[in-house]
């Protein structure tokens, strides 16, 4: 079997839309957000790339997921969030990339608080969240 390829995070970019809607396909992505074609699949990509505060997790480059934060600036206060596309879950690379963001965004990103919740009905978005260090 072929090694995993890296997974970097990067800035979320307007085209990154392909596969923002490649992603949302899957049954249990309904509730990350609106991305039911291209068109509004290109408004959710250009709504991330504006924020200072979401990273797209690649592999090759091509988007695979999306860790986030929707800051309060006033109270130095982040909540965090993330998706994966179904077909490069349960590898750890949400775990790291979630970590990752946490620190950056506690240190360099200048916040004071980050908060998640999760769905009881998903664990491993659970799993992931104390991976990542929240309680």
Known sequence: ????????????????????LQAFTAPDMSRQGDAQD????????????????AFGLTTDGTL???????????????????????SH???GLTKCAAGTVSNWALSAGGLERLELGHRANNPASGRIALAAGFI
């Open 1 to 20: 079997m072929p090694p995993e390829p890296l997974a970097v995070l990067r800035r979320v970019r307007p085209n990154d839309s392909e596969a923002i």
């Open 89 to 91: 879950r349960r590898r």
């Open 64 to 86: 695979r997921g999306v860790v986030a934060l929707n800051v309060d600036h006033g109270n130095r206060l982040g909540w965090f969030w993330y998706w994966t596309h179904p």
């Open 38 to 53: 291209l068109g509004t699949a290109a408004t959710y990509a250009r709504r991330l790339s504006e924020n200072p505060f």
